[in-house]
């Protein structure tokens, strides 16, 4: 259980770390990948204030907006939340840099961060000018390879001057941040290929500080508990077998390859129903499964919120999700298998992404797929029957999923590396001393 800090009897009293992020507080996301750290970090007596750019249609909902207001007071931890604009999309995301950065500098002065910790590219280049006008520490968590995500999403052109501009801020972000976080060791070793090429070409590029922490899970939450039986009743599946897939449906993920193992699937088990637990639009994901040979009664597309998805995974037998092998996948890692493997529920996926050959190469959690043709789809979905005999997930199997998401994925442990990293730029010293070894840094330098 989560130490519970008491009220600021200053609120302008100093703090540890400024956390910036482009993602809310109030979504899906924020509460899993950012919200689940903050509020551990928090309670292990770090003093953090968080800059956070919520949608309109969160901040209007009052109730859920003090709820976390309340949530953030509890731990001690100060919010501060911009509006995120959406389009058009260029323009607004440019009001929104210019805003964040006026923000991280006012929130500077008032609380005297010791570090800033930014997510992503976008509030790294917020926080850029405060790094270099004060020197604070600045840690770039820089997630996945942005620019080439956003070209694998159709956002940016190959080559483009958004690409072009993206990845000069990536090598300016790199250059300047203090400590560098990936998703995956495949991310980090392709950094360090990097970093030698430049130190071969000039002679003078340094060897960043790198950590890898990937998409973790809270374990607590995300148990392998008894089959929910009153869910499976309200919608129908109570002997159904249940398979399925957690999050965004987006170009980066092999959505007609997923349904076409389930076609092959269901085609051995007429009893199967594929169950996709996503926000976006449902008919969208009908529009696939019937493009991909399954029936329309064959899957359920369902809006779940994050405090309901480990009640749904009660239900699965199979978890599948393929993404496209690219260099962007190399530094991918996903929410979605941390929480499949949490609840006990074995994956499908496919090799050459993230760190997945690593992660789930024994097979001992799932089956890894090294190729996607609907030859291959055929022959995986027959490998997968035994998985889904009886009435439950197999209990040695289970157990070892629950075995490779405690080795992977645990929130615990990626608490305790953040924590090494702030503990490098000297976080544990006193606020005194942090300054004296930051100006004789300064000085050496």
């Not at 009052?62 to 501060?80: F, H, K, P, S, Y």
């Not at 070209?151 to 080559?159: A, D, I, S, Y």
């Not at 496209?324 to 006990?344: D, H, M, N, V």
């Given at each position: 259980?989560?130490?519970?800090?008491?009220?600021?009897?200053?609120?302008?009293?100093?703090?540890?770390?400024?956390?910036?992020?482009?993602?809310?507080?109030?979504?899906?996301?924020?509460?899993?990948?950012?919200?689940?750290?903050?509020?551990?970090?928090?309670?292990?007596?770090?003093?953090?204030?968080?800059?956070?750019?919520?949608?309109?249609?969160?901040?209007?909902?009052?109730?859920?907006?003090?709820?976390?207001?309340?949530?953030?007071?509890?731990?001690?931890?100060?919010?501060?939340?911009?509006?995120?604009?959406?389009?058009?999309?260029?323009?607004?995301?440019?009001?929104?840099?210019?805003?964040?950065?006026?923000?991280?500098?006012?929130?500077?002065?008032?609380?005297?961060?010791?570090?800033?910790?930014?997510?992503?590219?976008?509030?790294?280049?917020?926080?850029?000018?405060?790094?270099?006008?004060?020197?604070?520490?600045?840690?770039?968590?820089?997630?996945?390879?942005?620019?080439?995500?956003?070209?694998?999403?159709?956002?940016?052109?190959?080559?483009?001057?958004?690409?072009?501009?993206?990845?000069?801020?990536?090598?300016?972000?790199?250059?300047?941040a203090d400590h560098v976080v990936v998703l995956t060791e495949n991310a980090k070793a392709i950094l360090r290929d990097q970093e030698a090429r430049g130190r071969l070409a000039s002679g003078k590029a340094r060897e960043n500080a790198i950590s890898v922490v990937p998409c973790c899970v809270d374990l607590d939450r995300f148990a392998a508990l008894s089959r929910d039986v009153d869910l499976a009743a309200r919608h129908g599946l109570e002997d159904r077998i249940v398979i399925g897939n957690i999050g965004a449906v987006n170009r980066r993920y092999l959505v007609h390859e997923m349904f076409r193992f389930a076609f092959h699937v269901k085609s051995h088990l007429p009893r199967l129903r594929f169950v996709y637990l996503t926000l976006q639009d449902p008919e969208d994901v009908r529009r696939?499964?019937?493009?991909?040979?399954?029936?329309?009664?064959?899957?359920?597309?369902?809006?779940?919120?994050?405090?309901?998805?480990?009640?749904?995974?009660?239900?699965?037998?199979?978890?599948?999700?393929?993404?496209?092998?690219?260099?962007?996948?190399?530094?991918?890692?996903?929410?979605?298998?941390?929480?499949?493997?949490?609840?006990?529920?074995?994956?499908?996926?496919?090799?050459?992404?993230?760190?997945?050959?690593?992660?789930?190469?024994?097979?001992?959690?799932?089956?890894?797929?090294?190729?996607?043709?609907?030859?291959?789809?055929?022959?995986?979905?027959?490998?997968?029957?035994?998985?889904?005999?009886?009435?439950?997930?197999?209990?040695?199997?289970?157990?070892?999923?629950?075995?490779?998401?405690?080795?992977?994925?645990?929130?615990?442990?990626?608490?305790?590396?953040?924590?090494?990293?702030?503990?490098?730029?000297?976080?544990?010293?006193?606020?005194?001393?942090?300054?004296?070894?930051?100006?004789?840094?300064?000085?050496?330098?």
């Open positions: 259980m989560l130490a519970v800090r008491p009220p600021h009897d200053d609120d302008d009293a100093r703090i540890d770390a400024l956390y910036v992020t482009y993602d809310g507080l109030l979504e899906p996301l924020g509460q899993s990948q950012v919200l689940g750290y903050l509020e551990h970090l928090s309670a292990s007596g770090v003093r953090l204030a968080v800059l956070s750019f919520e949608k309109p249609s969160d901040l209007g909902d009052d109730a859920r907006r003090r709820e976390m207001d309340a949530r953030c007071e509890r731990l001690g931890i100060r919010w501060t939340r911009l509006v995120y604009h959406h389009r058009p999309r260029l323009f607004v995301t440019l009001w929104d840099l210019l805003s964040g950065t006026s923000a991280v500098l006012r929130l500077t002065r008032r609380y005297q961060p010791r570090l800033l910790h930014a997510r992503s590219y976008v509030p790294a280049l917020m926080a850029l000018g405060t790094k270099l006008f004060t020197q604070t520490p600045f840690v770039f968590d820089m997630r996945g390879f942005w620019p080439e995500e956003r070209v694998e999403m159709g956002l940016f052109r190959p080559q483009g001057s958004l690409y072009r501009a993206a990845k000069l801020s990536e090598r300016l972000l790199l250059r300047t696939a499964a019937v493009a991909s040979g399954l029936a329309a009664e064959d899957v359920l597309v369902v809006g779940a919120t994050p405090s309901e998805i480990p009640r749904w995974l009660t239900l699965f037998r199979l978890g599948v999700f393929f993404l496209r092998p690219s260099y962007a996948g190399k530094a991918s890692s996903f929410t979605k298998l941390g929480e499949f493997l949490g609840a006990g529920v074995p994956v499908v996926t496919n090799t050459g992404v993230g760190d997945v050959d690593r992660i789930l190469g024994s097979e001992r959690a799932g089956l890894l797929l090294q190729g996607l043709t609907d030859r291959d789809l055929a022959v995986a979905a027959k490998k997968a029957l035994p998985l889904l005999e009886g009435d439950r997930v197999p209990e040695s199997t289970a157990r070892a999923c629950r075995e490779v998401a405690t080795e992977h994925f645990a929130l615990a442990e990626g608490v305790r590396r953040y924590r090494a990293i702030y503990r490098s730029l000297g976080l544990d010293e006193p606020p005194e001393a942090a300054r004296e070894s930051s100006a004789a840094a300064a000085g050496a330098g």
